[in-house]
């Protein structure tokens, strides 16, 4: 039973426009979310996180919305960069920063940016 | 700073082989993690470590896995014997102690297994 579930496993935009990757959860007892990126070949680079005590967070082109009675988060680019193609993971923990902290991941999605 | 080290990056091996994983954290990392990443999917953890303990390894198998930190620095992960289904990208994670701090992924060992 997946916990965290990403539905969509590719995403084509066009560069300049705005860039949309979704993420549900099951798990009520999560806190902390993040995004990750993975370029081929490397191994997943940290992109931006929310504490369940907030609905936004925001760095640069980045920002992710968090709705917690829909147990849904979203990852905004703007504008999209074709150096952003990469599959992003969403992931979330139940435990921000205590002795449980681990992460639960999705599957990804495949964000190609097109020029 | 240096990311995490891993090595080696590709293993290509008969079934029933055995192999091992290296890696190194960041310094000053006390927490490790090992996950597998088989295609399509993300990554899932196969254990933890806070130093020299390993805190959390309820999803390593372990009748084939096994895995140690010594010192609490370096650490290796050995598959015997090695199984086609082990097939995968190993990551190896470290994170510094203390709230809202993110894991620092090591670029991986995909395995392949023959």
């Known amino acids: 039973d997946q916990q965290v579930k990403q539905n969509s496993p590719s995403l084509s935009v066009q560069e300049g426009r705005i860039s949309i990757l979704n993420c549900d959860y099951t798990?009520?007892?999560?806190?902390?979310f993040l995004w990750y990126k993975k370029y081929p070949a490397e191994g997943p680079t940290f992109l931006i996180s929310?504490?369940?005590?907030?609905d936004k967070n925001e760095d640069g082109r980045f920002t992710v919305f968090l709705n917690k009675s829909a147990k849904h988060l979203s990852l905004h680019i703007v504008p999209s960069q074709p150096g952003d193609s990469a599959v992003y993971f969403c992931?979330?923990?139940?435990?921000?920063?205590?002795?449980?902290?681990?992460?639960?991941f999705g599957k990804g999605t495949l964000l190609t940016v097109n020029p | 700073e240096a990311g995490v080290v891993q090595s080696p990056r590709y293993k290509i091996i008969e079934k029933k082989q055995p192999v091992a994983f290296w890696c190194n954290p960041i310094?000053?990392?006390?927490?490790l993690y090992w996950y597998r990443q088989n295609l399509g999917q993300g990554p899932e953890l196969l254990i933890r470590?806070?130093?020299?303990?390993?805190?959390?390894d309820s999803q390593l198998p372990k009748d084939r896995f096994s895995a140690e930190r010594l010192k609490g620095v370096d650490s290796t992960l050995k598959i015997q014997p090695a199984e086609l289904g082990d097939s995968a990208v190993y990551l190896c994670?470290?994170?510094?102690?203390?709230?809202?701090?993110?894991?620092?992924f090591g670029p991986g060992t995909r395995l392949t297994v023959l």
């Open positions: 470590y806070e130093n020299e303990e390993a805190v959390d």
């Open positions: 310094s000053g990392h006390n927490t």
């Open positions: 929310i504490s369940s005590i907030k």
């Open positions: 798990n009520s007892m999560f806190d902390y």
């Open positions: 994670a470290s994170r510094a102690g203390g709230s809202y701090n993110e894991q620092f």
């Open positions: 992931a979330a923990s139940e435990d921000s920063g205590g002795s449980n902290y681990k992460l639960t």
